[in-house]
């Protein structure tokens, strides 16, 4: 069967860094994404990743290994605005979405 | 502003009578999506379109049904409503299926 596992729950400080994994196993693999959820509302786009490496986006990076089905999502200078859900969601070979369940971060003042 | 309009934004419905959720997009694209989200779960495909007049069936159809007359909206009909079917629910549109989705607000539905 299909899986992405990502932790359920992480606790950082405002102006720290935190690293959010998520390993996936799919039947094929087109791309990795990230997405935000606040509490309450829809998620929304983050960052995109089809090859192995690094994409940065401000305060954002994304990490992608193919080779370990591995990725993860830095957050930089911790915002209170960051406390949020983030989550995984990788596209298998038909084209269809796999989402992982959500990792909740909760920023600490 | 352009993106995608659902409605409503939440309803209490009866065990066993039918409702539809209404989802509208002004983007244009061509792909569209039911989800829904439950907590401690992934966002559960329910049914999808790559193109108006055609649907699939994703990961959790039972109990549900779509249609993609036209391009913009994408109605999900619940039947016969059951207490398991209480659950958010998101409609998503990306401009094909490889592309990246954008989300509506949701719906919540309780079902007593």
């Known amino acids: 069967g299909q899986n992405i596992d990502q932790p359920t729950e992480m606790t950082a400080t405002e102006g720290a860094i935190v690293q959010i994994n998520c390993t996936y196993q799919?039947?094929?693999?087109?791309?990795l994404f990230w997405y935000q959820q606040h509490a309450g509302e829809a998620p929304t786009f983050l960052s995109y990743?089809?090859l192995d490496g690094l994409e940065e986006k401000g305060r954002f990076s994304s990490f992608l290994s193919r080779s370990k089905g591995y990725s993860y999502l830095l957050l930089k200078e911790l915002q209170m605005k960051d406390s949020a859900s983030y989550l995984c969601?990788?596209?298998?070979?038909?084209?269809?979405?796999?989402w992982g369940a959500g990792t909740k971060l909760i920023i600490k003042p | 502003t352009a993106g995608i309009t659902q409605a409503p934004t939440s309803q209490i419905l009866a065990a066993g009578r039918s409702m539809t959720l209404r989802c509208t997009q002004d983007?244009?694209?061509?792909?569209m999506y039911w989800y829904r989200q439950d907590l401690g779960l992934g966002l559960r495909l329910i049914h999808y379109?790559?193109?108006?007049?055609?649907?699939g069936k994703g990961e959790v159809p039972d109990g549900y049904s779509v249609s993609r007359a036209n391009t913009d909206d994408f109605p999900l009909t619940l039947a016969s409503a059951v207490p398991s079917q209480t659950s958010v629910y998101f409609c998503?549109?990306?401009?094909?299926?490889?592309?990246?989705?954008?989300f509506g607000s949701g719906t919540r539905l309780t079902v007593v």
């Open positions: 998503a549109s990306s401009e094909s299926e490889k592309g990246g989705y954008t």
């Open positions: 983007m244009r694209h061509n792909a």
């Open positions: 379109s790559n193109t108006a007049g055609t649907t």
């Open positions: 799919t039947s094929g693999f087109n791309g």
């Open positions: 990743n089809v």
């Open positions: 969601a990788v596209r298998d070979s038909n084209y269809q979405l796999i």
